[in-house]
T-cell receptor
Framework: EAQVTQNPRYLITVTGKKLTVTCSQN?????MSWYRQDPGLGLRQIYY???????DKGDVPEGYKVSRKEKRNFPLILESPSPNQTSLYFC??????????????FGNGTRLTVT | AQSVTQPDIHITVSEGASLELRCNYS??????LFWYVQSPGQGLQLLLK??????LVQGIKGFEAEFKRSQSSFNLRKPSVHWSDAAEYFC?????????FGKGTHLIIQP
């Protein structure tokens, strides 16, 4: 089954403790992206990647890192989480940049709470 | 810079009634427009998309949307809603800045 898999689904952590949210897709997509969803703000892009070893900042990259060592994986790293990073995070992938040539496929989300 | 406005944060509709969710966009060239739906606890699913051609596009689950260039709008419609349509709906525009989402409209279905 074609899917984007994020783990974990729920995560509670404390300020400053490094964490990684994993994202994996099995559709051989070149493009992958991370979004955060906050009430009243909709979805905002954090980082995106057009292919292996190619990553770029989105609208709200501060406090986040990503890597794209393999085509299927695009982990989101919070080196020193802070409470303002409490949010619902979504990973997404598609064949090419943006949604022009294929729709974005979304994971089911990771709800992160930083205390 | 491109932007998307969904003016209604919440909409309540009775089951069986018709639905229209509003979306206005700002983009200098011909936009590529999308509607996504997010059911509770789920990721986003593409409902429909507009690239060019016929301004009335059909999507999944009985939804349709009409692109009106003169009004910079891409409103989502459904003639008769079902309780399972209760969800968050996002309009998005794909332009030079990538994919930009509106803030979403929360649809509540009354029995």
């Amino acid at each position: 089954e074609a899917q984007v898999t994020q783990n974990p689904r729920y995560l509670i952590t404390v300020t400053g403790k490094k964490l990684t949210v994993t994202c994996s897709q099995n559709m051989n997509h070149e493009y992958m992206s991370w979004y955060r969803q906050d009430p009243g703000l909709g979805l905002r892009q954090i980082y995106y990647s057009m292919n292996v070893e190619v990553t770029d900042k989105g609208d709200v990259p501060e406090g986040y890192k990503v890597s794209r060592k393999e085509k299927r994986n695009f982990p989101l790293i919070l080196e020193s989480p802070s409470p303002n990073q409490t949010s619902l995070y979504f990973c997404a992938s598609s064949f090419l940049q943006g949604a022009l040539f294929s729709p974005l496929h979304f994971g089911n989300g990771t709800r992160l709470t930083v205390t | 810079a491109q932007s998307v406005t969904q003016p209604d944060i919440h909409i309540t509709v009775s089951e069986g009634a018709s639905l229209e969710l509003r979306c206005n966009y700002s983009y200098g060239a011909t936009p590529y427009l999308f509607w996504y739906v997010q059911s509770p606890g789920q990721g986003l699913q593409l409902l429909l998309k507009y690239f060019s051609g016929d301004t009335l596009v059909q999507g999944i689950k009985g939804f349709e949307a009409e692109f009106k260039r003169s009004q910079s709008s891409f409103n989502l419609r459904k003639p008769s809603v079902h309780w399972s349509d209760a969800a968050e709906y996002f309009c998005a525009v794909d332009g030079a800045d990538g994919l930009t989402f509106g803030k979403g409209t929360h649809l509540i279905i009354q029995p």
